[in-house]
């Protein structure tokens, strides 16, 4: 009887602790030192205002959602042109994230909330709960708070390409970029200062709310197959890190595509980063577990087609 008992109490005790880690897993904050860099220090304990919503939900979207194509078009931005914040509103709007009831002065709990559960759908997560907050640090902490839970939901893996010529240099980077409100593939330049091995390209293609520990590494034609697959695929650059606003969408030219993912062409110049979608037939499965064959990966082909889809 005794053994029993200490049994369920021990089983009490690790359920306790399952809630308990659970619990601190929902609430955990991250990238709160980049989210409170978008205020001056003194703007810290005012009170919070709509403009300040604006401004910390852009800079969580950016940091984990780059080169984010506009979600709408032509759709009023409700600040002045002349305003100081009306790209940080008008890139808001674009991406349906700026509810209707939304102000420049007084910020309510029913908008603030909105403004975060809007986001948080993207990737099907639960509501935030968060009231009004008191001020513009307790802001960034249910910004941060939520941006845990977005970073925690994510899908993202690496696919870095080799060149044929000599394995141990990458000729490209790319982050498979699926679970998410635009699918779309994150092409990135190589980082010269990087390391050669794919724990390097992983670190360096990571930020506060963006953890890759997911990789395929492949020869470069194989890399280009996972997303052309039949001579008709068509590739389009549709946004850019640093933004060429009125540019995008650009067709890259049949042939030319390995060219873009290096960066080589001219219209590709200046930038960093580039999110790339793709028209024609995709992969099929049997297709892409051939192309396991050819390439190094710490996924299962099976969990490789979980980053494949899409919420």
Request: a negative charge.
């Amino acid at each position: 009887m005794r053994s029993f008992v200490s049994s369920f109490r021990a089983r009490r005790v690790l359920l306790a602790l399952v809630v308990v880690g659970l619990t601190a897993g929902a609430h955990a904050q991250v990238c709160q030192a980049e989210l409170t860099a978008a205020f001056p220090p003194e703007a810290l304990n005012s009170v919070p205002t709509g403009i300040d919503a604006a401004v910390v939900l852009r800079r969580a979207v950016e940091l984990v959602e780059p080169a984010l194509p506009p979600l709408q078009y032509d759709k009023p931005v409700p600040v002045d042109t002349t305003d100081p914040n009306y790209q940080t509103v008008k890139y808001l709007v674009e991406r349906k994230l700026l509810p209707s009831a939304w102000t420049a002065g007084e910020l309510d709990s029913k908008t603030w909330a909105s403004m975060l559960d809007t986001f948080l759908k993207w990737y099907r997560l639960p509501a935030s709960g968060v009231d009004a907050p008191g001020d513009v640090a307790a802001l960034v902490d249910d910004m941060s708070r939520v941006l845990g839970s977005v970073s925690r939901a994510i899908r993202p893996a690496a696919l870095l390409a080799t060149d044929p010529k000599d394995s141990g240099r990458t000729s490209f980077w790319a982050i498979i970029w699926n679970w998410t409100v635009y699918p779309r593939l994150l092409v990135v330049r190589p980082d010269p200062e990087a390391g050669t091995r794919p724990a390097d390209a992983l670190a360096a293609l990571s930020n506060c709310a963006v953890h890759i520990t997911a990789y395929i590494s492949a020869p470069e034609d194989s890399a280009k197959s996972l997303f052309l697959s039949h001579n008709d695929s068509r590739m389009y650059v549709v946004s850019s890190v640093p933004s060429k606003n009125g540019f995008w969408p650009y067709e890259v030219a049949a042939g030319e595509e390995l060219s873009a993912f290096a960066f080589d062409l001219p219209d590709l110049s200046g930038v960093r980063l580039y999110a790339a979608v793709f028209d024609g037939p995709s992969a099929g499965f049997g297709t892409l577990l051939g192309l396991f064959w050819n390439v190094r990966t710490n996924l299962a082909p099976t969990t490789f087609m979980s980053y494949l889809s899409t919420p």
